[in-house]
Every structure is written in structure tokens, then in C-alpha cells.
């Protein structure tokens, strides 16, 4: 799991619109180090944003990524993990609820690949969702298309929508698909199936290589919506029946 640079020009565009009230979290402990191919896209990232700071001003000698994190004003990041190998400040096995005195303690997690390696993702999720604080953000990047054989899941942008911000009532930043290579394809936006009212047609349209699914969500006062949690296109469908 590590921060790459694609993943880096998200966290630096986020840093520009967002900053973190109470705890920060991320989901495994991310390293950071820099790819010499995209040497050039740290930095152009960097300007965009009207940073004067250079890519190896983010750096940790450990090539571990809590540095990063602070640097961009995004917080004095905590590390959840399963493993104590890595050294994360809180052992905790995502399959399994988190303890009630997380609950609602944190203004930012990020996710840079970990729920797709869990096999409870509707729990992993739901801790998730406990542990933001109102007004907190969650930031997900896990394999939509092309990391067959890397964790247990790929994931859809309907889950975005369908659990996010209609079960647990959360608003949406943004719901897109980017390529791991920076500047392969352009971005592709998501949109809601239960407003346009037909599902996603992506045939063609997915690039090759490996594809994130990166969201942005924020939770609101609002709780979770009672009962389950319905595909979007479906419960249109429903309720024109």
C-alpha cells in the first residue's frame, strides 16, 4: 500500500478545499516515495495548487507517509492496521466492529487500498462511517478495474452511491474513476443512477490498466436511513412499478 503519484495530486488538490477538525486516520500505513517517471506531475501538482514546496519536501526517511499528511495541512495522521509489523498506532481488524470509543472521533480517514483487502467490506464500511466525526471527510482509493489478483474486491461507483449518500445520508464530493499512471486517460465522473434514472453505461469508456475507484464523501447530522441498503437503478425502476 503506498501513496502514489496519482493518489499524491488528489491529497494536494484535497489540502486546497479541506482541512480536518479533530483526529486524522489512515487505513493501513501508507508509504510515500517518489516515482521517477512522474517526476514532473509531483511538481506541476504542487503549482496548481500554489504550493512553493518541492515533491522531496514530503518525504520520510522510513518512506512511510505521515509526513506527507501534516505537510499538506491534512493533520497528524494515525494508522489503523491488522498487523503490528508495520507499527500502527491502533491494532484493529476491520472485519470486526471498531471499539465505541473510536466512535466519532475522527475529521479525516483515508483509505489508499486497504477495504479492498478486507473480506467484511459492509463492516469495514460501517467502522468507517462510525469513526467520522459530523462534517468529517472519508477519502477512498481502492481498485475499480484492472487489480484482478491484488485484494479480494474491485469496486463500482453504485456502491458509492447506494451506500454513502443514501443509506448513511453522506454528501458526495466526488465519485470518479482515475488511472493509476497520471495523465493516461482523463477522469471519468460517476453519476448518480437514481437521478439520471438508468444505470452507468461504461462500455468503452474504461481505460486499460489499472483504474481506482476515488471518492470523496463527507458525513452529515443526518444518521443512517432505515433499512437496507438498495441499488440505485433499481429502486427507480421499483418505484415506477
Not at 452511491?161 to 445520508?169: E, L, S
Amino acid at each position: 500500500m503506498g501513496v502514489d503519484c496519482t493518489l499524491f495530486q488528489q491529497l494536494v488538490d484535497l489540502s486546497t478545499r479541506f482541512r480536518p477538525q479533530g483526529r486524522s486516520l489512515m487505513l493501513g500505513r501508507q508509504g510515500f516515495k517518489i516515482e521517477p517517471p512522474f517526476a514532473k506531475s509531483y511538481e506541476s501538482a504542487l503549482r496548481r495548487a500554489g504550493i512553493a514546496k518541492k515533491r522531496f519536501h514530503y518525504l520520510q526517511d522510513d518512506e512511510y507517509s505521515e509526513t506527507l499528511f501534516r505537510e499538506l495541512g491534512l493533520g497528524e495522521i494515525e494508522t489503523m492496521d491488522y498487523a503490528s509489523y508495520e507499527g500502527p498506532s491502533i491494532e484493529q481488524d476491520l472485519n470486526q466492529p471498531v471499539p465505541k470509543s473510536l466512535h466519532g472521533k475522527f475529521g479525516f480517514i483515508f483509505d489508499g487500498g486497504t477495504i479492498e483487502h478486507v473480506f467484511n467490506v459492509p463492516q469495514a464500511l460501517e467502522n468507517v462511517y462510525n469513526m467520522l466525526m459530523p462534517g468529517g471527510r472519508f477519502v477512498s482509493a481502492n481498485g475499480m478495474n484492472g487489480w484482478v489478483g491484488h485484494g479480494m474486491y474491485q469496486f463500482n461507483p453504485e456502491l458509492v452511491w447506494t451506500y454513502w449518500k443514501r443509506k448513511c445520508q453522506c454528501l458526495v464530493h466526488i465519485c470518479a474513476g482515475l488511472t493509476k499512471i497520471p495523465g493516461a486517460a482523463k477522469p471519468l465522473n460517476f453519476p448518480d443512477a437514481a437521478e439520471t434514472g438508468r444505470r452507468l453505461r461504461l462500455k468503452g469508456m474504461i481505460p486499460e490498466g489499472r483504474v481506482y475507484l476515488y471518492y470523496e464523501i463527507e458525513k452529515t447530522d443526518a444518521g443512517p436511513a432505515k433499512g437496507s441498503a438498495l441499488q440505485s437503478d433499481y429502486e427507480v425502476k421499483w418505484a415506477g412499478a
